[in-house]
């Protein structure tokens, strides 16, 4: 009986032991849900973050770059295939595994000491003061250490501390041998993990095989691959811009945008504006790793060649003017004509049709390029103004009724203000006709408030240095802007200057006038042409550019594709005038060329012979230097002038009064004649 109590009791804890052990498991897997819960809905995803990062490296190759034509589809800009050495960081090379790789490989490639190299080259000059530093305590790490006390080697700023403390006797200890390698390792030490970066392109023969021999000394970290590099069909012009490696200080932005470190990039004129859209797609791979390092084939997703760029730019007609201004040179070098800028272009589209300068090297004599003054150079253009400062004229209600030409004295016996010949009587078209400094005197004599008193044989003024002269000042300035004068024209390029801007006069107020004749300001053939073109078109400043269209890559190199974008002209203002008021200028330029007073009437009698078409225009002489009698002789023009189809701006700077600025416009003129036979009848 007791026995059968006792199975009983313990029979009766079975059950309870069941249910405490069924509660702890039902806690455990409530818990192991929630915690489940927890990972997955509040941090999953960022664990799934971390897990991709961990898992995935992915790196992106470069596309080949578009290409760039000129308007009639010659290639002016294409690829070239070169033997290239490139190097693969693995996720687990320090800085002095990279040290070693560079030191072997300067074994087997050459370095230049020159600080012009082909693009994609070495060169020592390529290293920086920044790199240098960098370099030596990569070399001296043991000295480097010794640098610091033992809390500054635990420090944040520990390798700036160090950086700051390298002397320039440290960096003098760099050897010929020390600098070439660092302009290996330079390129080594930037690159990204598992991104196939370029240490050198342009191999020689020998360089590429005696690499190959050795690749087995570098554990797959460098290679041999094909790279295409820049070339230049028609030579270099300076609007195409170049492209190298990403400039140190915009190193930053490039990254976010998705550039490799080590990236060609355009870094100047059109390969710099139009880089998204020669770039391409770049190819991309994806690498799984384990324990950082890649496992098995990347996936790879394939890039695309980059868009190709038809310019507006005539690439006969550049070569051309190009001729012609060194033909003219050589003519004139005698009295001082030492170089010529010269822009032309379509006044009702603003196409740029080509940009050319030329100038003497006074180092070894001969004529070289200097095209890139057309945009970068600027210059006063004399009586070339004198279109500007009529219509500015006109908006301030400052011109004056029909006078006679005298000179303007200032005092009685003060150096007088004229024109280089007296003229009867004279309005705004006999003005520019004869070039008249008076009446351009006389415009903005009347802007600023001054009084002129008729003497017989001259006039007085009397200045009113005030408000109101500051206005005027101020105002024909602002006329000449609404042409493109000293200030940005808005042509496609990264950078172009807009000139000098003198100071405010207020204590010489007469120097208003020497403003008015083209003497006080500067500026660039660029902006002259603009300006041309705005009178021209019939008063419309229109944005000048050198894209014509965007166009997809063709499958024969040879044809150019798919338009895919094509420019717009873009007006950037009307000029505030009216038409009769701008017809009285055309009128003026074309008497400038046909009249017989004009100051280009030799121009005239150029043209009449066996020519078919007329040229309307201004000359402009602005003296830049009286003890050496020298002048900036500057001319803007259109034909035909009574339908204008393309327009001239050319300045020859510091020369004799040779009448070179009429021979190089003529020839240009011709020269477009022959290319475009019939537009200008």
Do not use: C
């Amino acid at each position: 009986m007791e026995e059968k109590k006792k199975r009983k009791k313990k029979k009766n804890h079975i059950p309870f032991r069941l249910n405490i052990l069924f509660l702890i498991i039902f806690l455990a897997f409530s818990a192991l849900i929630l915690r489940l819960g927890v990972v997955q809905i509040v941090h999953g995803e960022d664990y799934e973050r971390k897990l991709e990062a961990t898992n995935k490296v992915v790196t992106k190759v470069e596309s080949v770059r578009g290409l760039i034509r000129d308007r009639n589809g010659t290639l002016l800009v294409g690829n070239k295939a070169e033997q290239a050495i490139v190097f693969t960081r693995k996720p687990d090379q320090d800085t002095q595994d990279l040290l070693d790789i560079a030191k072997k490989l300067s074994q087997y490639i050459t370095v230049s000491t020159n600080k012009k190299v082909p693009d994609g080259a070495l060169s020592t000059e390529q290293v920086t003061e920044r790199d240098k530093k960098d370099f030596w305590l990569a070399l001296h790490p043991d000295k480097a250490k010794a640098m610091l006390s033992a809390k500054e080697q635990n420090s944040k700023k520990a390798y700036n501390l160090m950086l700051d403390r390298i002397t320039d006797r440290d960096l003098a200890t760099l050897t010929t041998a020390d600098l070439k390698v660092a302009a290996i390792w330079r390129k080594l030490v930037t690159a990204s993990n598992l991104t196939p970066t370029y240490v050198k392109i342009g191999l020689t023969d020998k360089e590429l095989a005696t690499v190959g021999e050795h690749l087995k000394e570098f554990e797959g970290s460098i290679d041999t691959a094909v790279a295409a590099t820049r070339s230049y069909p028609e030579g270099e012009m300076f609007f195409l811009g170049n492209v190298k490696e990403i400039p140190r200080h915009e190193v930053n932005n490039y990254l976010a945008e998705g550039y490799n470190r080590n990236d060609i990039v355009g870094t100047s004129n059109l390969e710099q504006q139009y880089e998204n859209i020669l770039r391409g797609v770049p190819t991309t791979y994806t690498f799984m790793t384990k324990n950082g390092k890649p496992v098995g084939n990347p996936i790879k997703e394939e890039g695309r060649r980059g868009d190709d760029l038809v310019l507006t730019i005539d690439s006969r007609l550049q070569k051309a003017v190009g001729t012609v201004i060194e033909k003219n040179l050589r003519k004139f070098h005698s009295t001082h004509a030492n170089s010529a800028y010269a822009v032309i272009i379509d006044p009702n589209t603003g196409e740029i049709l080509a940009m050319v300068g030329r100038a003497f090297d006074p180092s070894t004599g001969k004529i070289v390029d200097d095209s890139s003054g057309t945009v970068l150079k600027a210059f006063q253009i004399g009586s070339s103004i004198k279109g500007a400062t009529i219509l500015t004229g006109y908006q301030n209600h400052a011109i004056p009724g029909l006078f006679d030409d005298k000179p303007i004295k200032f005092s009685k016996d003060g150096k007088p203000f004229k024109s280089l010949e007296a003229i009867p009587t004279v309005g705004p078209a006999e003005a520019l006709e004869y070039s008249s400094n008076v009446y351009m005197g006389r415009v903005v004599g009347n802007m600023a408030g001054f009084r002129f008193y008729d003497h017989g044989s001259y006039y007085s003024v009397q200045v009113f240095n005030g408000p109101r002269f500051v206005h005027a000042f101020n105002a024909l300035r602002e006329g000449y802007s609404q042409f493109g004068l000293g200030v940005s024209t808005g042509i496609d390029l990264p950078f172009e200057s807009i000139g000098y801007e003198g100071p405010l006069p207020l204590d010489s107020p007469g120097i208003i006038m020497q403003f008015a004749i083209g003497q006080y300001d500067t500026y660039t053939p660029l902006q002259m042409a603009q300006y041309v073109s705005t009178i021209a078109n019939g008063g419309k400043r229109l944005a000048p550019h050198l894209l014509k269209t965007v166009n997809e890559p063709s499958g024969d190199p040879t044809q150019v594709g798919p338009v895919k974008y094509r420019y717009e002209p873009k007006i950037l203002n009307t000029i505030a005038n009216t038409k009769e008021q701008i017809d009285m200028v055309h009128k003026g330029f074309y008497l400038v060329t046909q009249g017989s007073h004009g100051t280009a009437r030799m121009l005239g009698a150029l043209n009449a012979h066996n020519r078919s078409y007329k040229i309307a225009g201004k000359t402009g002489t602005a003296q830049v230097n009286t003890d050496r009698g020298l002048d900036n002789l500057a001319f803007i023009g259109y034909a035909p002038y009574d339908n204008p189809k393309v327009a001239v701006a050319l300045i020859v700077p510091e020369t004799h009064d040779n009448h070179a600025n009429l021979y190089i416009a003529q020839d240009i003129f011709d020269v477009y004649n022959k290319l475009y036979p019939g537009q200008l009848k």
